[in-house]
Each structure stands twice: as C-alpha cells, then as structure tokens.
C-alpha cells in the first residue's frame, strides 16, 4: 500500500488499514513512516514568535501506524502519543500476549491509556499491572471530574471498590497521593468524603478501613500524607468501644517519628482514659516517647494522662515517673517545668555558654576582595575527562565540573575518541528526549561530537549560556583557543592568566573574549596590567582598560564588557565606560501581594540595571529561547561571577514562592557556592539563607543550616543582620517551623543566635502565630548565659499580657 494511502484520515481509520496488512507488508513501510513522522512533528516557527509541529494530522496519522509495526522493543515507543484509549486497546489486541506487557508498562503513566490498559485487565487480555505509574492513575481518573460526586463513580467504575484496598495501602508521591488530591478539589470530588458516604451505606467495610489507617499511620508515611489517614480516622468517628480495642494500636503510635501521628495517638488515648478502659501499663509504657518528642501540647498531654494514671494507681507511680523523667530534657521549659515539679527535683543546669564576638561583618571594597581561594582542579587525561564528562552525564548541575571538563577536553581532544565510546549510549538518550534541557543536552552533543558522531552544534544564544555554546561548538570544530577558561572555583579567571593568553591568541574569538572579561578576579590585576602593556590585537585597549588602564573610546559589546569588569557593582556599563559609574547596587527586599494576589518576596537592586543589562555579556534577550533551559540554572552562578547577589535573590525569591515538597531544586545554584568557598554575603545572600531557614523543603532547609553554620564559624555572617533578613519575612514566617533551625544553630552558636533573636523579635507582631516558640529559645539562651537582650526588645516583651504560652515565655525573657 502507499503510503499516502494509509495515512489518510482519522487515526482510528490509519489503524484499520494497517492492520489489515500482513506483517511483512507492516515492516516494509517502517522506513516511510519514521520518515514521515519525523518529518511531520519537527518543531519549527510557523509564524513570528509562534512555534508549533509542521503537520499535526499527518504526525499523529504516521504515530498510529508506528503503533500497528514497530517491535514491542523499540524506544521510540516512549515517544509517540495515542489518540485515544480505544486504538490503544487495539493497537494491544493486535499483539501477542507478552508484548501486550511490554508496550502497557510503557503507556500505562499517559492519561489516554490508563483506562484502557485497566479495562484489558479486568477481561483477561493483559497481565496484572502494579506500578507507581498505575497507581498514580486512579488518581488523574478522579481529577477528570464529570458532574457526579467521587462516591458515585467509585460505585460505577468496574473493580473499584475491590482495588481502593490496595491504593490506600501505598504512599504515593507529588500529586499521586490522597493528601494532595483532596487538598485542592471540592468536598463531593474528594476521596475523604468518598470512602466516609461508602462506609455509611456498607459498600466499603468501616471497620476494616479504620484498621487500616492506623496501619498506615504506623508506616510513618511522609507528614502530610500520614496527616490524611489520621484525619480520615477522625472522620469515621470512632465509638467508645472501638477506641478502647485499639487503645494499644494508639499506645504504639505514641513512639511514632511524626509529631502529628505522636498528638494522634496522645489524643486518643487520653479519650479512653476518660470513658475509663484504658490498659494504665502499656499506656505509661509507651508515653515517654510522647513525653520526650516534640510538640509542647502534646508533651503536656502525656504528661496529664500519666499523672492521673498515677494518681488513681499508687502501685504504678514507678512507670508513670519514667514518663516525667523523660520530659525534664524537653525543649519547651513549660514541659519541663511540670516534669520538675511532679518528680520534686532540681534540674541539672545546662552549660554554661562561653562568651565569644561575633561582629557584623561588611564587605570589602570590590578591589580588596580575594576570590582566587580554590584552584580549579583542571583533568588533564583523556581518561580524567571522561569521567568528568560521565558525571556530568549523571548530574549535569556541576558547574565548576562543566568548566574543568570543557577545560580538560580541550587540552586532550585528539585522544578522546576512544575514551569517551563508554558514554555514547547515555548521551545518545538525552540528545533524543524531546524535552532534554538545555544544559545536559550540550553536555551530551560534546560527546557524541567528540567520539566522531555527526551531530548539530549547539544552536546561538543570548544570555550565559551564550559562552558555554561557543566553548562546546570551538570544542567540536577543533578551532578552540579558550582564553577565558577559568582558573579557580565560582568561575573566576586570574587576570595574569587572561593576560598571558591574550599575549598568545591577540586575535581571539569575540565571545571568547567577552566571557573573560565577565570572570575576572579582582586579585593581581595590578600584575596584570603591568604585563598588559605588551598587548596588541584589536582588544588590547579594552583588555588594559578593565583592569585599571585608562579611559576607552569603543562603546561596543567589547567595551561593555571591559566597563562591567571594571565597575562590576554600577547599574549601568555604559555610563560607566563614559567615566560616570554611579553609586554602587543597594539591595532591598519587601514581601507582597503580587499581581496574582499571592504573597511574594521581592529582592532588587537600587538604581535598576539600566539597558543594555550588565548581567551576561551586556546584550538583551531577544525573542523566546530556542530551547528549554530546564529547572535549574545552576552554571548561572559561575557564568558571570559578578552576578552572584542578582542569582542569590532570584534563587531567594524562587523558594520563597515555590515552597513544596516537589519544588524545582534552585538551592543548587546558589547555596554549595557558600559552603564551597565561604565569604561574606552580601544583601541577597543574607535574604537567601534567611528564607532556607524558614522554609519546609528539606533538601534547602538543610543546605541552608550547613551554610550559616559555616559562616559563623569564620565570623563571616553578622547574626544581626541574619535577623534583620528574618524580620523582612513578617507574617509570613513561621515561627514554629524557625524555632528548631535556631535551636541547631545555637549548639554551636548560642551567642549568635540570641543576636539574631534580640534583632527578629522586635520586628514581629505580638500576635504572631507560634512567636512563643521564638522566646522560649531566646529565654533558654539568655538563661544560659549566652548574653542578654536589647532595650528595644525588652520595650517590645512589654506588650504581652495574660497568660498565653507567649506571655509566660516574655515573661521569662524580662527577668
């Protein structure tokens, strides 16, 4: 058949006349229709600024008939879309029993096939799938809402009933979970409110649901999704007798790693203690972990329920002793002040705190600052490269890895044919993802052109990435001359290196130039001008100029360049190379409601940058980017290092607005750059680590504690201004979640961290949510002797009145 035959009409037509021919007639057209996919989905511009595939029809039309031929084992597979659940189902009828498995597991994470894998399930024509990928499914089917409650649809879905069993056993993850479901849906569309309607009417067993959420409390699943069963056991209001026979399931709970599950527990506990049925041993055996843990509430809770047990069982006082005992460490003195009080003990004296200075320190002049700290560890065999090369394939966010590799590949490019044919087949992989991000992709182009492949050189861009593009493309070309390869870690080139290599290579490529002169350290440029004096090529006055030579006449891209390297802190390069660099960037930070009505941080620069923008190569983005550039832009830091503060207030901002569990890691880009090579913040940096700090991601939260550690063991971080940057939070900041970070800090920094406090305190409301939890840490410290607090913030502690765990706690702080 020809092929402009077959392809005609709609994809369930394709689908008949393909599979009406025989398999040697289907394998024969193989060549003709990836021809004509590939030809008919290749993205292109269809008109200015508008981008979209060059024949939509004809590429889904050649997609299905690939479906009806190619081996259940092609990797292609992966890559074509279905038009609907019916072809796929007779795309698998078509196959035999095993490939039916293969083509499934690999289908079963699209919307379209979820349906029709499942009803082949249920009829017998497909194995038993149980994967992530089809579990998380149920819970896109639900998200299709189609006018009928969750409830209703569960009773008409084939099996439903039968497999929730099994969903509600597995965790899940992201958006695939019962708690982030029913977060964001309507009453009658959550799962919740499904299972409690099917419990009422006996189409679900109640009392075998409420067996299992206790069993999945004891799984200790992540927080927020352990918080859905205990509140949907809530739900099904427990009667008295079905709490007295889980009494020991809740009793166990107590040692749970939740705070929220441990409270659960607590809670329950106490309510078969009131109706009198409660198991006094295994309840007090259990207590101290609740005692000990975190949560004042629910300490004082334990501590209640073991003091009547106590009270009205003398011959238990023993075990009920052992529950206070393990309340006399507790963080919160509240706690440990019953604890105290009950055992009839003095408690022992924590340790007395050593004085010691922590100054707020300030940056240097630009021309004072040393940068060249860590020299940039450079491969220099073939087999050194390749590995580097192999992990950047692996983790391409290695920014001073990408560097040195790209450094390292230029010193040995003829001999790394052979030592890089290892990597071919992972790089070939992310060159074919469609959606492959900008920087993997680059990495892996350099390998296939560097083991012989044919490939397309990166395409021109403008912004940082701009000199990484012309690196790889010089790379592949054999034209590489790279004068502005960096010397040490963050990016930065030594000056009397640059100069040097420009005594070699006076007629350098432009970008190459460029991406110098935006690295180039502060240290030895008196050195490096003095060596410049025998520079000439077209460069030389720029190059002399940036360094601390006289005045230039040029105003072009060049010139640009030289004027940021020289007055890397001036808002505008133009104005600067005219003599007039103005006052240095001030930054200040305020959070809002944006334009969408969500509260937002924003960090800038006063005055703004003034076009064209100094940041990356001082040429504007034109246009949308050709490609996407991925989630995290870490090789951002090290591009133009002089841009550190603008990257450490994007990377801030990002995470204060996009902070979720499954949020796109940006701390990568901003937050091992402190740690690697500590130095003092500047006003953005301070912001950055106040925010990680105050944040519910673990992966910044702890990247963030590591690096104000570090800086405050070099007295590189003032802990005032740390709470200066806390306090721009406002109301936002959550003061509960704040107060253990403080409290890690304060093991090694007491001193400093009641700084911070006396600083961030006057600054919240008296009303502020948790705000108690802020001053118990602040009164242990000064208790301590860590130091005492400010006038101000004794004038603030004033405003507190009555009797809430706040007054109590100001109360402590003023003595």
């Known amino acids: 058949m020809q092929l402009n035959a077959l392809l005609t009409g709609q994809p369930s037509e394709v689908l008949t006349r393909t599979l009406q021919l025989s398999r040697a007639e289907r394998k024969a057209l193989i060549p003709e229709l990836l021809a004509a996919f590939k030809d008919s989905s290749e993205f292109i511009e269809i008109e200015p600024n508008t981008y979209g595939v060059r024949n939509p029809l004809r590429g889904q039309q050649a997609a299905t008939a690939l479906w009806a031929v190619l081996p259940a084992s092609d990797p292609l597979l992966r890559k074509l879309w279905i038009?609907?659940?019916?072809?796929?189902?007779?795309?698998?009828?078509?196959r035999p029993l095993a490939e039916r498995k293969t083509i499934a597991l690999r289908m079963i994470g699209h919307q379209t096939a979820w349906e029709a894998i499942r009803r082949m399930i249920l009829d017998g024509d497909l194995e038993p799938i149980r994967t992530p990928e089809y579990h998380a499914g149920w819970f896109r089917w639900a998200g299709r809402f189609r006018g009928e409650p969750l409830a209703q649809r569960l009773r008409t879905e084939p099996e439903a009933l039968t497999e929730l069993w099994e969903l509600l056993a597995i965790e899940g993850n992201g958006d695939a979970s019962f708690a982030a479901f029913d977060k964001y849906v309507r009453d009658e569309d959550k799962w919740s409110t499904a299972l409690l309607e099917l419990t009422e009417t006996g189409e679900i067993d109640r009392t075998r649901l409420l067996d299992l959420t206790l069993d999945i409390l004891a799984r200790d699943f992540a927080a927020f999704r352990a918080q859905w069963y205990a509140a949907?056991?809530?739900?099904?209001?427990?009667?008295?007798?079905?709490?007295?026979?889980?009494?020991?399931?809740?009793?166990?709970?107590?040692?749970?790693?939740?705070?929220?599950?441990?409270?659960?527990?607590?809670?329950?506990?106490?309510?078969?203690?009131k109706r009198g049925t409660l198991d006094d041993e295994v309840a007090l055996q259990h207590l101290p972990a609740a005692a000990g843990g975190r949560g004042a509430a629910t300490a004082g809770l334990a501590l209640k329920l073991a003091g009547r047990i106590a009270d009205r069982r003398p011959e238990l006082s023993d075990l009920a002793d052992e529950v206070f005992e393990a309340a006399l460490t507790h963080e919160a003195s509240g706690v440990r002040a019953v604890a105290v009080a009950r055992l009839g003990v003095t408690p022992d004296?924590?340790?007395?705190?050593?004085?010691?200075?922590?100054?707020?320190?300030?940056?240097?002049?630009?021309?004072?600052?040393?940068?060249?700290?860590?020299?940039?560890?450079?491969?220099?065999?073939?087999?050194?490269v390749a590995e580097a090369l192999s992990s950047l394939l692996a983790d391409p966010d290695q920014a001073d890895l990408l560097l040195a590799a790209l450094e390292g590949a230029h010193r040995v490019a003829g001999e790394l044919q052979d030592a890089l044919k290892p990597l071919v087949k992972r790089a070939t992989r992310i060159t074919d993802q469609r959606y492959s991000a900008a920087v993997p992709k680059m990495i892996a182009t350099l390998v296939l052109g560097l083991t012989g492949r044919d490939v397309t050189h990166p395409p021109e861009v403008d912004g940082w990435r701009r000199p990484l593009h012309h690196r790889v493309t010089a790379l592949l070309e054999g034209t590489a001359t790279p004068v502005s390869a960096a010397t040490h870690q963050g990016g930065w080139l030594d000056p009397v290196v640059f100069v040097s290599r420009m005594l070699d290579h006076p007629d350098a490529a432009e970008d190459d130039v460029v991406d110098a002169l935006l690295r180039l350290a502060p240290d030895t440029r008196p050195a490096a001008l003095a060596l410049a004096s025998e520079l000439t090529g077209p460069y030389a006055d720029s190059i002399r100029y940036a360094i601390g030579g006289p005045p230039i006449e040029e105003a072009g891209w060049i010139a640009l360049a030289a004027a940021r390297a020289r007055h890397p802190r001036s808002a505008d390069p133009a104005a600067a190379l005219r003599g007039e660099p103005g006052p240095p960037l001030a930054w200040t930070a305020t959070t809002g409601l944006d334009d969408y009505g969500l509260t937002s941080l924003d960090i800038r620069p006063a005055p703004e940058a003034v076009s064209p923008k100094a940041p990356w190569l001082g040429i504007l983005f034109e246009g949308p980017a050709p490609e996407w550039l991925g989630f995290t832009e870490c090789h951002e830091a090290v591009a133009s290092p002089y841009d550190r503060d603008h990257l450490e207030a994007a990377v801030a901002e990002n995470l204060f607005s996009n902070d979720t569990e499954f949020g796109h890691p940006v701390e990568k880009a901003a937050l091992p750059p402190i740690l690697d090579s500590p130095s003092i913040p500047g006003f953005p940096g301070t912001m950055?680590?106040?925010?990680?700090?105050?944040?519910?991601?673990?992966?910044?939260?702890?990247?963030g504690t590591d690096a104000v550690l570090t800086l405050l063991d070099r007295r590189l971080l003032g802990p005032r201004a740390l709470g200066a940057a806390l306090g721009t939070l406002g109301p936002t900041l959550v003061a509960t979640r704040l107060a253990p970070r403080l409290s890690i800090i304060a093991n090694e920094h007491p001193v400093a961290v009641l700084s911070t406090l006396d600083t961030l305190l006057p600054k919240l409301e008296h009303s502020h949510r948790g705000v108690f939890a802020l001053l118990e840490l602040a009164a242990d410290l000064v208790e301590r002797g860590a130091g005492t607090i400010s006038a101000e913030t004794k004038d603030w502690l004033a405003g507190f009145k009555?009797?809430?765990?706040?007054?109590?706690?100001?109360?402590?702080?003023r003595r």
């Open 802 to 813: 009555g009797s809430s765990k706040a007054a109590k706690a100001a109360s402590r702080l």
């Open 232 to 273: 949907l056991h809530e739900a099904l209001a427990p009667t008295p007798d079905e709490r007295t026979k889980a009494q020991h399931r809740y009793a166990r709970l107590c040692g749970s790693g939740l705070p929220r599950t441990v409270s659960f527990a607590v809670k329950a506990l106490s309510l078969v203690d």
């Open 688 to 703: 950055l680590l106040a925010i990680t700090l105050a944040l519910k991601r673990p992966t910044a939260v702890q990247l």
């Open 83 to 94: 038009a609907s659940p019916t072809i796929l189902e007779r795309v698998l009828q078509d």
């Open 349 to 384: 004296e924590a340790p007395a705190i050593e004085a010691a200075e922590y100054p707020e320190p300030t940056r240097p002049p630009w021309d004072q600052r040393k940068t060249l700290t860590i020299p940039l560890e450079i491969p220099d065999t073939p087999a050194a």
